[in-house]
């Protein structure tokens, strides 16, 4: 049953990453610009509606973020998420909220997370759906214009409100991970007027993450993971994230990442206060060329679990 379960695994991604599309850029199509995080394997659900209820408990996560700080209207972001599974055991339910700034917009995200869980093997095969919208608005009525006719600025700046959907698949054991996942179904154009339109169904990013668990002593563990986010259209540059966290006796975590996509060198340290509540910061360095501008980025998580169920003895790591 476990072999099946991976057949299936691997043809889905392969399925996903062979999908074809055009290959140029459209001027016209909206992209919202979504916060980068450095401490997602905290809060799976940030990245794959699949993983709601996979901590078996209310698990709520709240998170802050300043990009590239140094720079005048910098990205900003604030995220809070809730997530559970419910008494049958195999359904989870989730929401996440999220408000991005940076420059003159302001971007809001709402969705709600469903996955259903199956035992498979030594761990929980979960598939997982979201829906939810994006709204984002841009207000030009902050800048000092010499000419207040100019038309790049007189263009209907009302709110965008873009309805959405995702999916995704998590299997998870004691000793290891894997997701797969897309975040966004649907993408939206621009006539230019200030007229939003339905674009296409085929234009979306895969999201794959995958991880495992060594342990060396009671006291020493190490967790090295891996994150991708593909473009099937390949409007965008492919980014992958390596990741690899020391833990302490389940209380300190001391971790570091490498992105690739922005050349950004990674340090993290989280503290498993006890085990319902983890505090944690990381400090992006730009390696490449936002050096010269940027003092980097730095990011507060908070996670507190409700009822917590997992003895100490027997913490979670996934």
């Known amino acids: 049953m476990l072999k099946r379960g991976f057949i299936f695994i691997?043809?889905?991604?392969?399925?996903?990453?062979?999908?074809?599309?055009?290959?140029?850029?459209?001027?016209?199509?909206?992209?919202?610009?979504?916060?980068?995080?450095?401490?997602?394997?905290?809060?799976?659900?940030?990245?794959?509606?699949?993983y709601a209820g996979s901590r078996e408990v209310l698990s709520f996560f709240m998170s802050g973020r300043?990009?590239?700080?140094?720079?005048?209207?910098?990205?900003?972001?604030?995220?809070?998420?809730?997530h559970s599974l419910l008494k049958n055991e195999r359904v989870g339910l989730g929401?996440?909220?999220?408000?991005?700034?940076?420059?003159?917009?302001?971007?809001?995200?709402?969705?709600a997370d469903y996955a259903y869980h199956l035992r498979l093997g030594e761990g929980k095969l979960s598939l997982g759906l979201k829906a939810g919208f994006d709204m984002s608005n841009t207000d030009y009525s902050n800048i000092l214009?010499?000419?207040?006719?100019?038309?790049?600025?007189?263009?209907?700046?009302?709110?965008y409100f873009l309805p959405n959907a995702g999916a995704g698949i998590y299997y998870?054991?004691?000793?290891?991970?894997?997701?797969?996942?897309?975040?966004?179904?649907?993408?939206?154009?621009?006539?230019?007027g200030g007229r939003v339109s339905f674009n296409a169904l085929s234009d979306f990013d895969v999201y794959i993450s995958a991880g495992a668990l060594i342990t060396f002593s009671p006291f020493f563990k190490f967790k090295p993971s891996a994150?991708?986010?593909?473009?099937?259209?390949k409007t965008k540059k492919m980014q992958l994230d390596l990741n690899g966290n020391f833990i302490l006796s389940d209380l300190v975590w001391i971790?570091?990442?490498?992105?690739?996509?922005?050349?950004?060198?990674?340090?993290?340290?989280?503290?498993?206060?006890?085990?319902?509540?983890?505090?944690?910061?990381?400090?992006?360095?730009?390696?490449?060329?936002?050096?010269?501008?940027?003092?980097?980025?730095?990011?507060?998580?908070?996670?507190?679990?409700?009822?917590?169920k997992v003895s100490a003895a027997n913490p979670r790591y996934f």
């Open 10 to 50: 691997i043809i889905l991604v392969l399925t996903i990453l062979r999908m074809e599309g055009q290959t140029g850029s459209d001027s016209t199509k909206i992209s919202l610009a979504y916060p980068v995080y450095s401490q997602y394997l905290q809060n799976g659900l940030m990245i794959n509606p699949a």
């Open 66 to 82: 300043l990009q590239w700080a140094g720079i005048d209207g910098a990205p900003k972001s604030e995220t809070l998420s809730l």
């Open 95 to 111: 929401f996440t909220g999220q408000m991005f700034t940076y420059g003159l917009t302001k971007s809001y995200s709402v969705y």
């Open 145 to 159: 214009l010499n000419d207040k006719d100019d038309e790049a600025f007189l263009v209907n700046n009302k709110p």
């Open 172 to 192: 998870y054991s004691k000793k290891y991970f894997f997701g797969a996942a897309i975040p966004s179904f649907l993408s939206y154009i621009n006539d230019g």
């Open 227 to 233: 994150f991708i986010d593909y473009s099937v259209q």
């Open 255 to 308: 971790g570091g990442s490498w992105r690739t996509s922005e050349q950004v060198a990674v340090g993290i340290l989280q503290l498993q206060v006890n085990p319902q509540l983890m505090i944690g910061y990381s400090y992006d360095y730009p390696v490449g060329i936002m050096n010269t501008y940027s003092k980097g980025s730095h990011e507060i998580i908070i996670r507190y679990e409700f009822n917590y």
